[in-house]
């Protein structure tokens, strides 16, 4: 049985059918040929966009020539309320100076520290899903709180559970509620001179979101310069000066990268791990090795992480069938000639790791979930040149090493402790609102072992 994929739309289908299927869901909404297609163009009143699905050109795009690629204004539009000037969104020097700062808190000899906050989560993951004997549960809400947890011990060292974690949390959860355009306003970008209305509540939501995060930014400053701050990311972040101008974040600044790593850092990597779970209940037998290979946690630390090779590798193969940031758009500085067609200034170019790590010119058996293809010829060409779940080149996803220390680590905390087996007539169907999601969500029974 080979893993759900959406049903692509006809060829060929009339404009407005198109706005109808994309406002329903950006996957489906795509035709069979992009999975065979090198590039393809989309022509509309409004505007131009282009999908390549090349290697070389991914690569021209991401790696060579990021400064001529910014990311696209019209998909910060509908995320400015909330994220503000966060590193997600913003380009140029002000994204150069963000990274300098933010980046040294995420690079590999801080996972190490990072690694018992982590830990602490998946174990009251674990805690949590005692008791549920043979139930049905949704996957989904299961990971997307265990990775809520994740982000505020490793960032600031509080539970889920305190007061102000735990509505963020919630508030967050509205918001996306509120925002399932989000996607469609990237691709179908309305023409300029259209005011940008966002709606009553979803402002509101913003703002407390905001509020609520401003409120733990506040208190961490009074914290460090009390000097009795907890060694995490927040604290890093905020010490560390950027080497060029020496300035910290100012107290907004960090407001919005703290909202960022919020909404990049537990959607992602909820919407991976819900997956990874679907696919151990479909593939039992993988279940079983990872369950055996999951032992080497009975004493658990950062060194035991490196005898997780199935698990990382299953959470590898997971983020390639649904990664879980579907399509990324940027938009042309220039005029560029991209396989013998010009794309004009101000086109939107899009880039869908979905398409990509399913491309039938390159992957072999690309809609087959196989772990062991990692260590195949074709498997480490394409992670090379046709796999990008945390996108490439300078703008590469900050929290990459993280999520691969947090992905296979939850996983295998979560198979030691349970099974989990699939429930018939419940076969999820993958859908893209903000991250890859299943449609009426994942369901699995549970059973301890
Ligand atoms: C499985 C988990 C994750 C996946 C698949 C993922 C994927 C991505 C992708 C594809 C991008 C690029 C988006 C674009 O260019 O349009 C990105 C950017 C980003 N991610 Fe992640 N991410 C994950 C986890 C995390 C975590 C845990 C954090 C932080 C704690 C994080 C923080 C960020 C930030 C700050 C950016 C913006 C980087 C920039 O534009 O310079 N992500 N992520």
Same mark, same amino acid.
């Given at each position: 049985?080979?893993?759900?994929?959406?049903?692509?739309?006809?060829?060929?289908?009339?404009?407005?059918?198109?706005?109808?299927?994309?406002?329903?869901?950006?996957?489906?909404?795509?035709?069979?040929?992009?999975?065979?297609?090198?590039?393809?163009?989309?022509?509309?009143?409004?505007?131009?966009?282009?999908?390549?699905?090349?290697? *070389?050109?991914?690569?021209?795009?991401?790696?060579?020539?990021?400064?001529?690629?910014?990311?696209?204004?019209?998909?910060?539009?509908?995320?400015?309320? /909330?994220?503000?000037?966060?590193?997600?969104?913003?380009?140029?020097?002000?994204?150069?100076?963000?990274?300098?700062?933010?980046?040294?808190?995420?690079?590999?000899?801080?996972?190490?520290?990072?690694?018992?906050?982590?830990?602490?989560?998946?174990?009251?993951?674990?805690?949590?899903?005692?008791?549920?004997?043979?139930? *049905?549960?949704?996957?989904?809400?299961?990971?997307?709180?265990?990775?809520?947890?994740?982000?505020?011990?490793?960032?600031?060292?509080?539970?889920?559970?305190?007061?102000?974690?735990?509505?963020?949390?919630?508030?967050?959860?509205?918001?996306?509620?509120?925002?399932?355009?989000?996607?469609?306003?990237?691709?179908?970008?309305?023409?300029?001179?259209?005011?940008?209305?966002?709606?009553?509540?979803?402002?509101?939501?913003?703002?407390?979101?905001?509020?609520?995060?401003?409120?733990?930014?506040?208190?961490?400053?009074?914290?460090?310069?009390?000097?009795?701050?907890?060694?995490?990311?927040?604290?890093?972040?905020?010490?560390?000066?950027?080497? *060029?101008?020496?300035?910290?974040?100012?107290?907004?600044?960090?407001?919005?990268?703290?909202?960022?790593?919020?909404?990049?850092?537990?959607?992602?990597?909820?919407?991976?791990?819900?997956?990874?779970?679907?696919?151990?209940?479909?593939?039992?037998?993988?279940?079983?090795?990872?369950?055996?290979?999951?032992?080497?946690?009975?004493?658990?630390?950062?060194?035991?992480?490196?005898?997780?090779?199935?698990?990382?590798?299953?959470?590898?193969?997971? /983020?390639?069938?649904?990664?879980?940031?579907?399509?990324?758009?940027?938009?042309?500085?220039?005029?560029?000639?991209?396989?013998?067609?010009?794309?004009?200034?101000?086109?939107?170019?899009?880039?869908?790791?979905?398409?990509?790590?399913?491309?039938?010119?390159?992957?072999?058996?690309?809609?087959?979930?196989?772990?062991?293809?990692?260590?195949?010829?074709?498997?480490?060409?394409?992670?090379?040149?046709?796999?990008?779940?945390?996108?490439?080149?300078?703008?590469?996803?900050?929290?990459?090493?993280?999520?691969?220390?947090?992905?296979?680590?939850?996983?295998?905390?979560?198979?030691?402790?349970?099974?989990?087996?699939?429930?018939?007539?419940?076969?999820?169907?993958?859908?893209?609102?903000?991250?890859?999601?299943?449609?009426?969500?994942?369901?699995?029974?549970?059973?301890?072992?």
């Amino acid at each position: 049985m080979k893993p759900p994929k959406p049903t692509p739309r006809p060829d060929q289908v009339s404009l407005w059918r198109y706005l109808k299927l994309f406002r329903k869901d950006l996957l489906s909404a795509q035709p069979q040929r992009l999975y065979h297609a090198w590039m393809a163009e989309f022509r509309t009143p409004f505007f131009r966009s282009y999908m390549i699905n090349q290697p *070389e050109l991914v690569d021209t795009v991401l790696k060579q020539r990021p400064e001529d690629f910014p990311k696209s204004g019209r998909i910060s539009e509908g995320l400015r309320p /909330l994220l503000g000037d966060s590193v997600f969104l913003t380009n140029g020097d002000t994204w150069k100076r963000q990274r300098r700062i933010i980046d040294p808190a995420f690079e590999g000899g801080r996972l190490k520290d990072t690694f018992p906050a982590m830990l602490e989560a998946a174990q009251a993951c674990v805690t949590r899903l005692r008791g549920q004997e043979g139930q *049905e549960i949704e996957c989904e809400e299961l990971t997307s709180h265990a990775a809520a947890d994740v982000i505020f011990r490793t960032l600031f060292s509080v539970p889920i559970e305190h007061e102000v974690a735990a509505q963020v949390f919630e508030k967050f959860r509205a918001y996306q509620r509120q925002q399932p355009l989000l996607n469609l306003a990237a691709f179908i970008p309305v023409p300029r001179w259209v005011p940008r209305l966002h709606a009553h509540n979803t402002r509101r939501n913003a703002r407390d979101i905001r509020d609520l995060i401003k409120r733990l930014t506040a208190e961490r400053a009074e914290l460090i310069d009390a000097g009795k701050a907890p060694d995490d990311l927040a604290t890093k972040i905020m010490t560390t000066p950027d080497p *060029e101008t020496r300035h910290c974040f100012d107290t907004q600044e960090m407001v919005d990268q703290v909202a960022i790593f919020f909404l990049a850092g537990h959607e992602t990597s909820a919407s991976a791990l819900a997956w990874t779970l679907y696919l151990m209940a479909l593939y039992p037998e993988w279940q079983e090795k990872l369950s055996v290979e999951a032992e080497a946690l009975d004493d658990p630390s950062f060194g035991a992480m490196s005898k997780l090779k199935l698990s990382r590798d299953v959470f590898r193969e997971a /983020l390639r069938l649904y990664p879980p940031v579907p399509m990324m758009v940027r938009e042309a500085t220039c005029t560029e000639h991209f396989r013998g067609r010009d794309a004009p200034k101000g086109s939107q170019i899009v880039i869908s790791p979905w398409h990509l790590h399913r491309h039938e010119r390159l992957w072999e058996r690309p809609d087959e979930f196989d772990p062991q293809r990692w260590s195949t010829k074709n498997g480490k060409t394409c992670q090379r040149k046709a796999y990008i779940p945390f996108s490439t080149g300078p703008r590469v996803c900050t929290g990459a090493g993280f999520a691969m220390v947090e992905g296979p680590l939850l996983l295998s905390m979560l198979l030691r402790k349970f099974r989990f087996e699939l429930v018939e007539g419940r076969t999820p169907v993958p859908v893209a609102h903000l991250t890859v999601r299943s449609k009426d969500g994942i369901w699995l029974r549970v059973f301890e072992r």
